[in-house]
């Protein structure tokens, strides 16, 4: 059973920081690519980051460039995003994601094919 597991959400005050964490199990995915989205209340889900399966290559959606840093470790089968200079409209529930396509050019992407269940990161004002 491939599982995704969430850690690091929580609250913090704006101009704050926080550091999400992903662990994959039951399949590898040093070969695909792992990202992350999330989801705003009364919004749809969001894409936010995405590292390719090297790790050679970021991409970003364009309100957290220069904020945000993805990150993975192939060896422990993990992802992680670096949130810096939080802002309330940062406050969603973010989701980590596995095994998708990604066309950097034009930010468009195929459906994950794995989720994990969500961490939710709050900031304050």
């Known amino acids: 059973q491939v599982k995704l597991v969430e850690s690091g959400g929580g609250l913090v005050q704006t101009g704050g920081s926080l550091r999400l964490s992903c662990v994959a199990s039951g399949r590898t995915f040093s070969s695909r690519n792992m990202g992350w989205f999330r989801q705003a209340p009364g919004k749809e889900r969001e894409f936010v980051a995405v590292i390719v399966r090297s790790g050679a290559h970021t991409y970003y959606t364009d309100s957290v460039k220069d904020r945000f840093t993805i990150s993975r470790d192939n060896a422990k089968n993990s992802v992680s995003l670096e949130m810096n200079s939080l802002k309330p409209e940062d406050t969603a529930v973010y989701y980590c994601?596995?095994?998708?396509?990604?066309?950097?050019?034009?930010?468009?992407?195929?459906?994950?094919?794995?989720w994990g269940p969500g961490t939710q990161v709050t900031v304050s004002s």
């Open positions: 994601a596995a095994d998708f396509a990604f066309y950097g050019g034009s930010n468009i992407y195929t459906e994950p094919n794995y």
